[in-house]
């Protein structure tokens, strides 16, 4: 099938500009000037923008295992609804974790058939599993993540720094590490107020983390994503390391550019994250940090839970579950923040499309060009929308953003080339060699 739409404002590599996209056979076959004479049907999308689909790298589906707290289903349709075409599932919380080969089949057979997007695969690198991790690159994950700190559940424990290099020495690939210090943490006694939780997981400790995790990538030669940044304390250490010639790239998350600490309600656990929401000032050094490119990528770290894990009905901050929903919402939440910092819906697209899907390596997604997937958005950057709990399609519509006005609605996503509806038709990404 070969048709084409037409917008003022389609946003390819070099900037928006007015054009017509030919779609042909789920690819992009051409891309021309807004009135080219075209072949096929054409639709003018008038004053909307077109997007390229969104690449999120950083999902927790929990299925299987944990399907009550996600799902496959659930997690691609609410990305669909959010602009979001392609994600790459963490190797937690779903059981068996994605440490093995023989799991990552398992965790295929479960999304078989119910993802609305494309889905990709992270492994995991866990004490004891070296010897796993190159089959599991040959089975095509995108790479592995590892945490320095309790992982939150017990069938995927840290890495300390000995294990962490013999993870690196173990496959050349994409590494990808939760930074946090457990040496630098407090325990967090139980209290309904937020700055209770917070003192618990200082700045310090992701600072310690993350100066470990580039020390051992530096003296292994490996590449290693440092994964939601909140502590913008962080930022020198990773601009002297790529100075010295480190392969590390980091990444932050919509909660920690638009969500304020001192402004969280007490028994608001909807709000808790590891690491976690830091006050305004913090904030700003973050966007610095985009602006300057220390930062390259925007993605959701969705990691929700039950409503009783969460929770909600005491407000308890140290017994609640640390992780936010948020992959309908992503693109909005960060437009909103970034159109009153100045930046544009270019930045936006950048961090959250084409950044995503060069750090995984997916070359037919994240932007608008000839010979890619044709995943595409059609967005009101104007039009404004309270965020209801009810119209969320997450399995459990816990949020932070409850009530909150944001700016960008999303009215169509193609799936190379389909207007996503309510049959599942995305498939699974295999990892391709990044350049």
Request: with cysteine; glycine share 10%.
């Amino acid at each position: 099938m070969t048709f084409s739409l037409r917008s003022r404002q389609v946003y390819l590599p070099g900037g928006p500009r007015a054009a017509t996209v030919t779609v042909a056979d789920g690819r992009i076959a051409a891309v021309a000037d807004h009135d080219a004479p075209v072949d096929g049907p054409v639709t003018d999308l008038g004053g909307l923008c077109l997007l390229p689909g969104l690449v999120d790298t950083h999902v927790h589906v929990n299925e299987p295992g944990r399907t009550e707290w996600e799902g496959f289903a659930t997690a691609t349709r609410a990305a669909a609804a959010g602009g979001v075409t392609s994600i790459v599932d963490m190797p937690l919380n779903s059981l068996p974790p994605t440490t093995s080969v023989t799991a990552l089949r398992e965790k295929q057979a479960a999304a078989r058939g119910q993802c609305f997007v494309d889905v990709g695969f992270w492994g995991g690198a866990v004490p004891g599993n070296a010897a796993d991790l190159r089959p599991l690159h040959d089975a095509g994950v995108f790479g592995f993540k590892s945490f320095l700190v309790d992982s939150g559940v017990p069938e995927f424990p840290p890495l300390d720094r000995v294990g962490l290099a013999e993870a690196f020495a173990a496959v050349d690939a994409l590494f990808i590490v939760h930074a946090e210090d457990p040496a630098r943490l407090h325990d967090a006694r139980p209290s309904r107020a937020y700055a209770d939780f917070l003192s618990s997981r200082p700045p310090a400790a992701e600072v310690s983390a993350v100066d470990a995790a580039l020390a051992v990538a530096g003296a292994a030669g490996a590449r290693v994503h440092i994964l939601h940044l909140s502590a913008a304390d962080a930022l020198p250490a990773l601009r002297r390391a790529r100075a010295d010639g480190v392969r590390a790239t980091a990444e932050t998350c919509p909660h920690y550019l638009t969500l304020d600490a001192r402004a969280v309600p007490d028994g608001a656990t909807e709000f808790k994250c590891c690491p976690p929401i830091r006050d305004a000032g913090n904030q700003d050094r973050l966007w610095g940090g985009l602006a300057d490119g220390t930062i390259s990528i925007v993605v959701s770290d969705h990691s929700p839970s039950t409503p009783e894990l969460k929770r909600r009905d005491t407000g308890d901050f140290a017994a609640a579950w640390g992780g936010i929903a948020s992959l309908q919402l992503g693109l909005p939440a960060v437009w909103t923040a970034a159109r009153e910092r100045g930046f544009t819906l270019a930045d936006v697209v950048r961090w959250m499309a084409a950044g995503p899907a060069d750090l995984a390596g997916l070359r037919r997604k994240g932007r608008i060009e000839p010979g890619v997937d044709a995943d595409l958005v059609a967005f009101d950057p104007e039009a404004t929308f309270v965020v209801d709990p009810a119209a969320l399609h997450h399995r459990h519509p816990v949020t932070p953003y409850a009530s909150r006005e944001l700016s960008g609605v999303v009215h169509t996503t193609w799936l190379r080339g389909v207007p996503i509806g309510d049959t599942p038709a995305g498939r699974f990404l295999l990892r391709e060699d990044v350049p």
